[in-house]
């Protein structure tokens, strides 16, 4: 069992940056894929960025425009989402999550383990 937890989030302002993190509880024997989703108010939870293990593939929503930037540092355990040019339409629970398949996947039902999430709130 992998058990994330993430870190970071906060209350900020439009056009402010944030860098959220999350940490897995131990490393394993697996490569695992890794993703950042986020749920606004009112609406299912959405695919935001997501990273193999070896860092060599990434995706991201098409809605963020280059905005924000997925890296992970394998030795800490940890992924890292940094978010530039915040917008108040960027608030939401935003969460991590990994698969042992080591794909990237967009859809949130498709990754084993997720952390409790960390809630970002962008005022305008």
């Known amino acids: 069992q992998v058990q994330l937890v993430e870190s970071g989030g906060g209350l900020v302002q439009t056009g402010d940056s944030l860098r959220l993190s999350c940490t897995a509880s131990r490393r394993t024997d697996r490569n695992y894929s890794m993703a950042w989703f986020r749920r606004a108010p009112g609406k299912q939870r959405e695919f935001v960025a997501g990273?193999?293990?070896?860092?060599?593939?990434?995706d991201y929503a098409d809605f963020l425009k280059g905005r924000f930037t997925i890296s992970r540092d394998n030795a800490k355990n940890t992924v890292y989402l940094q978010m530039n040019s915040l917008k108040p339409e960027d608030t939401a629970v935003y969460y991590c999550?990994?698969?042992?398949?080591?794909?990237?996947?967009?859809?949130?039902?498709?990754?084993?383990?997720w952390g409790q999430g960390t809630q970002v709130t962008v005022s305008s």
């Open positions: 999550a990994a698969d042992p398949s080591d794909i990237l996947y967009i859809t949130p039902r498709l990754y084993d383990y």
């Open positions: 990273i193999t293990w070896s860092g060599s593939n990434t």
